[in-house]
């Protein structure tokens, strides 16, 4: 386990409480986020992050981990043997993370505060001045742990996920990583209009489509978190980007949320 720890520092980067509170000291003696340099670990390969047009709190980062980042982190899910026998294809996991996930964890916190931003729909009346608040909140940002739940999913060929928001048992701010197929992830606002039977009006739904290309990073909050639903259709014909039809293999999720606090 230390050996798989350490091979996981090298490629995530230091996920300690010392660099956690080096990294909060940069921030807080820093007024210009735009001066701040990128630390090494987060920013090798020019990390930018998307603002989803049309769903306001939806941000993709294409390039989150490189091919050896994705490759030592499907290793450390394989050696946790939850996908060792058939049909097991999900594992949840609650309170304290495995270190790969504890790394991937700080690596996200980093690259909202160090990545650029491209193509982001600016609300200035929400606007508070804070760079990161373009991305995530700074009081989702800032919360220990950043995440504390999380589940990963394999599904093979023509599986998918229904439209859904996720429970409320969790807090604002969700992270979702891909790995291995591409795949686009549809998002249609929640509450449509029903047929009377319990059952969306297609022609009613507004779907806006996301690539999600193997080691891509999405983050929802707000509205994105709470109005609107996603889904990833595999069936035949449903998984299209550019006009040309993608072809489905196996393809891993992980999704980080922060449950809700019990007073």
């Not at 001066?35 to 047009?53: A, F, K, M, Q, Y």
């Amino acid at each position: 386990m230390e050996d798989q720890t350490t091979a996981l520092r090298e490629v995530f980067g230091e996920s300690s409480s010392e660099s956690e509170d080096n990294e909060q000291q940069i921030v807080a003696d820093t007024a210009d986020y735009g001066d701040v340099e990128s630390p090494s670990t987060v920013c090798d390969h020019n990390l930018r992050w998307e603002g989803i047009e049309g769903v306001n709190g939806l941000w993709l980062c294409r390039d989150f981990l490189s091919p050896h980042q994705q490759s030592t982190l499907l290793s450390a899910i394989q050696a946790e043997g939850w996908f060792n026998e058939a049909p097991h294809n999900q594992a949840m996991r609650f309170g304290d993370l495995p270190a790969w996930a504890t790394e991937i964890c700080s690596s996200i916190r980093e690259v909202v505060l160090f990545g650029d931003h491209i193509s982001q729909p600016m609300d200035l009346s929400n606007f508070d001045g804070d760079k990161e608040a373009n991305v995530l909140a700074s009081n989702l940002l800032w919360r220990e742990p950043l995440f504390d739940q999380l589940i990963v999913n394999v599904y093979q060929a023509g599986e998918g996920i229904c439209a859904h928001t996720d429970l409320m048992r969790f807090e604002d701010g969700i992270a979702i990583v891909s790995l291995e197929s591409s795949c686009v992830m549809h998002f249609s606002r929640a509450g449509e209009e029903c047929d009377g039977q319990g059952k969306e009006k297609e022609n009613h739904k507004e779907k806006v489509p996301v690539f999600l290309t193997p080691g891509s990073l999405v983050l929802m909050s707000g509205e994105a978190r709470y109005l609107w639903k996603h889904e990833i259709n595999r069936k035949p014909g449903f998984q299209v980007c550019e006009g040309q039809e993608l072809i489905q293999k196996r393809r891993t999720s992980i999704t980080f949320r922060k449950l809700c606090q019990v007073e």
